[in-house]
C-alpha cells in the first residue's frame, strides 16, 4: 500500500505542477506569441482569398459584359441581314431593269406597241416588287451633288443652275432604305 500512496500522492503533486506552470505564466506567453503570429498568417490568407475573389468577380463581372455586348452585336448583324438580305439579288436586277428602261425608250409604232406595252407591264412589275422591298430611286436632277448619293461623270457649266448642282442623270441609281445599292451617275454644273 506503500506504494499506492507514493502514487496518489505523486499524481496530486504533478497536477498541482500542471496547475503551477499554468499559473506561473510562463506557458501563456508563449501561446500569447503564437497566437498573433497564428492570427497575422489567417489574415494574409484571408486577403489573398478576398483577393482572389475580388479577381474573380471582376472577371466574371467583364465575361458579363463581354457576353451582353456579343448578344447586342449579333442582334444588331441579325436585324442588318433581315434589313437587307434581298440586297444582292436586287444588286444583280438593276441592270435588267435599265435595260427594261432602254427599251421604253424606243418610239413606239404600231407594229412594236404590243411588245412596248407588255414590256411596260413587266418594267411596272419589277418596280413594285422592288418598292415593296424598300427599293427607291435616287433623286437627281435638280438636287443638291451628294458624294454619297452620286457619283459624278460628267461637269458643265451653266450659269442658269446653281454650282454643284446634278443637271442630268446618266444611270439611275438606287438605295436599299436607307443604304445605297449603286449611286446615280450624274453630270454637274461647276
Known sequence: MNEKDNQTTSEPENEQE????????EQPEENET?????????????AKLQQEKDETYNRLVR??????NYKRRTLKEREADRKYKSQDL??????????FERALQVEVT???KSIIDGIMMVYRQLQEALTS????PIKTEGEVFDPNLHHAVMQIEDENMDSNTVVEELQKGYQLKDR??????????K
Open 18 to 25: 500542471i496547475i503551477d506552470v499554468n499559473d506561473s505564466g
Open 180 to 189: 445605297v445599292i449603286r449611286p446615280a451617275m450624274v453630270k454637274v454644273n
Open 90 to 99: 436586287i444588286t444583280e436586277l438593276l441592270p435588267a431593269i435599265d435595260n
Open 133 to 136: 422591298q424598300g427599293v427607291e
Open 34 to 46: 503564437e497566437q498573433p503570429q497564428e492570427e497575422a498568417v489567417e489574415n494574409d490568407e484571408i
Open 63 to 68: 465575361l458579363q459584359a463581354e457576353f451582353d
Open 110 to 112: 404600231e407594229e412594236n
